[in-house]
């Protein structure tokens, strides 16, 4: 984060004068920082899915660090490095996680949701979560970008009929099959 133009960040953007829009609990953007003040941050956004003005794709924005939800490096190839931080700040919470595994024509074979507690969060062992009924613990890939606040509310897990009242993190993951398998099975990428 504080080598210039290296880092990004999970912005959530409160009302804007401008556009008028009230931002906070609507989807997560991303900027690549430019400039770290004390009071103030300054980036590129580099994902958004808000289509309001200013909050695109390629707009510069600047927003207060106290609106930040999570902040990740990456080094010179563009790859995420750790966080700590935040690995540290989700450990012990609950994280519902919804798994799509796709056959390798990128047609969807089927759906898992989970909901559990992380108990390790590093970035050599990767993601373990809790799931109540398992043996064993569930392991996410060491990408804690994924994890993000979910919105209040009632979730409802159709592959094992269950709900879930107000987790405190939701992520979702893309399983791809390589050609030569047979099965879902394959490279994970971040949903």
Not at 128 to 136: D, F, K, L, M, T
Request: net charge positive; charged share 25%.
């Amino acid at each position: 984060m504080h080598a210039a133009g290296r880092g990004n960040s999970g912005v959530h953007p409160t009302y804007h004068e401008e556009t008028g829009a009230d931002l906070w609990d609507s989807e997560t953007i991303w900027v690549r920082l430019t400039r770290v003040g004390a009071k103030s941050w300054t980036g590129l956004i580099t994902i958004s899915g808000i289509r309001a003005k200013g909050f695109r794709k390629g707009n510069v924005i600047r927003f207060e660090p106290d609106h930040v939800f999570d902040v990740n490096e990456v080094d010179r190839r563009g790859m995420p490095v750790a966080n700590r931080s935040k690995a540290a700040f989700i450990r012990g919470k609950d994280v519902l996680i919804g798994l799509t595994y796709l056959n390798s024509d990128r047609s969807v074979n089927h759906r898992a949701q989970l909901h559990g507690t992380i108990e390790v969060a590093n970035s050599s062992q990767g993601i373990e979560i809790r799931v109540p009924g398992r043996a064993e613990m569930f392991t996410l890939p060491p990408d804690l970008r994924p994890i993000q606040p979910a919105r209040p509310g009632t979730y409802r897990l159709k592959s094992v009929r269950k709900e879930v009242e107000d987790p405190t993190f939701i992520c979702t993951w893309t399983i791809t099959a390589t050609p030569r398998s047979r099965e879902s099975t394959g490279r994970a990428q971040r949903g």
